[in-house]
């Protein structure tokens, strides 16, 4: 049961990380002189969704009893 | 030579993890990763702050110079004026006396995990050091705020905003819940470093187990994990910088006011251009 869990953040993980992705290049293709700007919000946001992922597996999966 | 290598490897394995207390339990299972003891913690973090002090002694050499020389000083500077630029952007004019904290702290974590490339562990893959510099990267938050809007106005500054007397629930409520955010930046600032760091050397020591039933002497024997390592050095850089980015980003909440603003938008554009994203 747990790999299947992990596997399920994993995915929601995946799927934040793309959608900020997508939106940064996006916004940094339409208008390449706001890299500088884009980069740290994106960056900011992008360890917030990570976080999420590392708690579900260090602090979820280490207290999981099958 | 081969035999005072190997009995470095000994002393690192040895000296600094639970497997010497534990007697010998560890072994199997987790396949090699060990948490850090109290003994190693203190070695491998003093080993880290003196290599950056003799880099720093050393880089000092030509500081008196009307132009900076030295080879070692100029990638100091550099450094210093990525760090700078970090924090005078999302800060803002008045981010520079926050400097000395920020440097050190990347400095610290950065050399931390560089280190965590090479070796079997590292300060920043032991939660109880990330902790311990998330407490005080906190800690100097909430004394930076008490000296920006005195001690009341700090504390003032958890309760949100100036309701009407009626709604005073509320406003307690708003202040339990921001207190609890305060305890959690510590939770996430170090949990975030500690789950990057070490999971990249469980990662590492996951796929070096992928060869080992294979008859082949090449494959057996070929360290899968060290693919890892662009993206494990990517890592490095990544996690010191939203670490960095993150301390400033809490300085500039506490710190930012109506008085400073003027003070901002006077210092150019890129300051308070990038401030506002950052903060809200």
Known sequence: MLPFALGLAAIGCGIGLGLIGFAAMNGMARQPEAIGKLQTPMLIALAFVELVFLLTVFVGAGSFKP | ?280
């Not at chain 2, 406003?171 to 999971?199: A, C, H, P, Y």
Request: charged content about 15%; hydrophobic content about 50%; some cysteine.
């Open chain 2, 1 to 280: 030579m081969q035999d005072l290598v190997l009995n470095a490897q000994w002393f690192l394995a040895e000296a600094t993890t639970h497997a010497a207390e534990a007697g010998g339990e560890h072994g199997g299972g987790h396949g090699g990763h060990a948490t850090l003891s109290f003994m190693g913690l203190m070695i491998y973090t003093f080993a880290i702050a003196g290599l950056i002090m003799i880099l720093m002694a050393f880089a000092k050499k030509g500081l008196k110079d009307r132009v900076f020389k030295g080879r070692l000083l100029q990638y100091f500077e550099q450094l210093h004026g990525f760090v700078e630029n970090l924090c005078v952007g999302i800060i803002g004019g008045h981010g520079r006396k926050y400097m000395p904290m920020i440097y050190t702290l990347w400095l610290m974590i950065f050399v931390s995990n560089l280190v965590a490339l090479a070796f079997p562990s590292s300060p920043t893959a032991d939660l109880s050091f990330n902790l311990g510099i998330a407490l005080l990267a906190i800690g100097y938050v909430q004394w930076e705020g008490m000296k920006a809007n005195g001690v009341f106005g700090h504390w003032k500054h958890f309760a949100g905003p100036k309701l009407p007397i009626a709604l005073i629930p509320i406003t307690l409520m708003i202040f339990v819940i921001e207190l609890i955010s305060e305890v959690m930046k510590n939770v996430s600032l170090s949990l975030r470093l500690f789950g990057n760091i070490d999971g990249g050397h469980q990662a590492a020591t996951a796929m070096n187990e992928l060869g080992k039933e294979s008859n082949l002497f090449l494959v057996k024997y070929l360290p899968f994990g060290a693919f890892l390592m662009p993206i494990k050095m990517l890592t490095c850089v990544v996690q010191a910088l939203i670490f960095c980015l993150l301390f400033c980003v809490y300085l500039s909440l506490v710190t930012h006011h109506d008085h400073d603003d003027h003070a901002d938008h006077a210092h150019g554009e890129e300051g308070g251009a990038n401030a506002h994203p950052a903060t809200t």
